[in-house]
């Protein structure tokens, strides 16, 4: 069975300042792994991915995420926070043998 | 979120009642997928479509049944709808096989009173 934790209910951080939200997987077999971004009252909109090949990942609105094997890890980051970036974030994985597992959410909050 | 639709955006309904949610995409894709999104619950998978008439069950399926006469329409029916069923319910086409994001429409905010 595959299974996506995100440990934090809700991230705080001040516009300018870096931001990192967490993912850690289980999977067998290779992991394939997805952000999206959820602003209220909207779906889901992709991030960005990885599949295979670099560990680092850009993705869409400045965002880039990190895939950490050995920890079993994806976390999302942003260099310098946005207010506008404030929105609930799902990491979710797929082994390529099943459907897409998400996690339950992480609520961001970028402070002025 | 192009080119998809949910109908209806909301709805409010009795136990016992049936409910057909219906999810057009206008992108041709062969995957789509019902989920139901609940606080502390994330997104759920309901049923989904491999291609016309090829279903399969998700994670929640009890209660719900799908139907995919067309590419770009999948149904979502609540055969008798209950309480527990007050969600929001999103469909999400897929541009190709696992390795391809989803695409999610607006979502449909149903209501069993």
């Known amino acids: 069975a595959q299974s996506v934790a995100q440990p934090e209910d809700q991230v705080n951080v001040a516009e300018g300042n870096p931001l990192t939200v967490k993912c850690t997987y289980s999977?067998?077999?290779?992991?394939?792994l997805f952000w999206y971004v959820q602003y209220p009252n909207r779906g889901l909109q992709f991030l960005l991915k990885y599949i295979t090949g670099d560990n680092l990942v850009k993705g869409s609105y400045g965002f880039e995420a990190e895939f950490n094997k050995s920890q079993t890890s994806f976390h999302l980051k942003k260099p310098s926070a946005l207010v506008s970036d404030s929105a609930l974030y799902f990491c979710?994985?797929?082994?390529?043998?099943?459907?897409?597992?998400f996690g339950k959410g992480t609520m961001l909050l970028v402070s002025p | 979120d192009a080119g998809i639709t949910q109908s209806p955006r909301h709805k409010v309904t009795e136990t016992g009642t049936p409910v057909t949610l219906r999810c057009h995409q206008t992108?041709?894709?062969?995957?789509m997928y019902w989920y139901r999104q609940d606080p502390g619950h994330g997104l759920r998978l309901i049923h989904y479509?491999?291609?016309?008439?090829?279903?399969d069950k998700g994670e929640v399926s009890d209660g719900y049944s799908v139907s995919r006469s067309k590419t770009e329409d999948f149904l979502l029916t609540l055969e008798s709808a209950t309480s527990s069923q007050t969600s929001v319910y999103f469909c999400?086409?897929?541009?190709?096989?696992?390795?391809?994001?989803?695409?999610f429409g607006p979502g449909t905010r149903l209501t069993v009173t």
């Open positions: 999977v067998s077999g290779n992991p394939y």
């Open positions: 999400a086409p897929q541009g190709g096989d696992y390795r391809y994001e989803q695409y």
């Open positions: 479509s491999y291609g016309v008439k090829d279903t």
């Open positions: 979710a994985v797929n082994s390529g043998y099943s459907t897409l597992t």
């Open positions: 992108e041709n894709h062969r995957y």
